[in-house]
């Protein structure tokens, strides 16, 4: 199964109808610089920022981890709030929430800029596509398991916000 397979549904009625106003930095596989990803942003009073990522290296590796940028207080409940919530709504390993000096620099820019902005931010690592047996635990068709992370996004801005 190829990535494009896995990570591209358009649509995304499950958070809509829940009444969360979802904005896309892209909808496709092509690139967005971070610098026009931070725009975005800031041009559409967001609430929150959730980068969504399928995790590789090892085909032995598997969970789902969430990043947070170490120097911006508050990030760290908003990506242990989500990682508990999408964890529990897969079913995945949880390897845990790690401050993005754990990351290769420069890798999590999302996290980190504009530094002036209060919204939290969080970058989860959904679980490793490069091993096949941890992508069949996630509950075939990938559409369901898209669902039950939305499930897990959801409840975990739920708990976030407190509504």
């Not at 496709?28 to 980068?51: F, H, L, M």
Request: proline fraction near 2%.
């Amino acid at each position: 199964m190829g990535a494009n397979q896995i990570i591209h549904r358009g649509d995304y009625p499950y958070l809509t109808n829940a009444g969360v106003d979802v904005v896309m930095t892209r909808t496709s596989d092509t690139a967005v610089g971070i610098n026009d990803r931070w725009q975005k942003g800031q041009n559409e009073k967001v609430d929150a920022v959730i980068s969504i990522h399928w995790n590789g290296g090892s085909t032995t590796a598997n969970g789902t981890e969430t990043y947070y940028a170490q120097t911006r207080s508050g990030d760290k409940s908003f990506a242990q709030t989500l990682q508990t919530a999408v964890v529990a709504a897969l079913g995945t390993k949880d390897r845990g929430v790690l401050d993005d000096t754990k990351a290769a620099v420069g890798s999590l820019g999302v996290l980190r800029y504009p530094s002036g902005t209060t919204y939290p931010r969080a970058l989860i690592e959904v679980e490793y596509i490069t091993n096949e047996a941890a992508l069949a635990n996630l509950d075939y068709p990938m559409y369901e398991a898209s669902l039950d992370f939305a499930a897990g996004v959801l409840n975990g801005l739920k708990n976030y916000f407190g509504n």
